[in-house]
């Protein structure tokens, strides 16, 4: 069965921490890792990673996908309030020719002022 | 300008009905999807479609059905028959076979079982 997890599921940190979020995957013709950030409604596109070690930067946010681990991780430095969501980590795949996300439980990211 | 739009944004339903939500893109994309999130929760897939008139179903299909009769239109009835379906709902977008491309979503229903 095909399987996408985060961790942690909640995080609390000060504003101008630094954090890591994790994504850990196991898909069926796995194509490319996606993460997400959702604040009150829908998701909204951050990074989208197909290739193994290659860094994705936007601004304070950075992400990397690891194919021999089967895993990503998202960083967000000097962390602000508004970086307070959730966000998902999803794993496209192909079945049966048709392109589907499988998305992980998402983290719930709080930054306290 | 392009985008897709779901519709209600609220919606309460009584134990026993049916009621439909839309979703409407003009992104010209022909592959659409129906999710569904609880709290806590990621997002699971209820139904997709590749191409009009052809649709398969999800990891939750059951309770619930739908239609693609046009391109730019992919309505979900949550039916009687789903015995828990107090939610939000995604509809989201994507152009068939683009392996480079992401999926758009729509803004959401919140669905709420009186």
């Not at chain 2, 997709?48 to 008139?53: E, G, L, T």
Request: net charge positive; charged share 20%; aromatic share 10%.
């Amino acid at each position: 069965e095909d399987k996408v997890v985060q961790s942690p599921l909640s995080l609390v940190v000060h504003e101008g921490d630094t954090v890591t979020l994790n994504c850990s995957y196991e898909v069926t013709n796995f194509r490319s890792l996606l993460w997400y950030k959702q604040e009150k409604k829908a998701p909204t596109f951050l990074f989208m990673l197909t290739s193994s070690g290659i860094e994705k930067k936007s601004g304070r946010l950075s992400s990397i996908l690891d194919k021999k681990e089967l895993s990503s991780i998202l960083n967000i430095t000097a962390t602000q309030t508004g970086d307070s969501a959730i966000y998902l980590c999803a794993a496209d795949s192909l079945i049966q020719g048709a392109q589907k996300l499988v998305f992980g439980q998402g983290t719930r990211l709080t930054i306290n002022p | 300008d392009g985008g897709i739009t779901q519709s209600p944004k609220y919606l309460f339903r009584k134990e026993g009905q049916n009621v439909t939500l839309s979703c409407e893109q003009n992104l010209n994309h022909d592959a659409m999807y129906w999710y569904r999130q609880d709290p806590g929760q990621g997002l699971r897939l209820i139904y997709y479609s590749q191409i009009v008139n052809d649709f398969q179903k999800g990891d939750i299909a059951e309770g619930y059905s739908v239609s693609r009769e046009k391109k730019e239109s992919f309505p979900l009835t949550v039916t009687s028959a789903q015995k828990n379906p107090t939610a939000f709902y995604l509809c989201a977008s994507r152009r068939a076979g683009a392996s480079t491309d992401t999926q758009y979503f729509g803004p959401g229903t919140r669905l709420t079982v009186l």
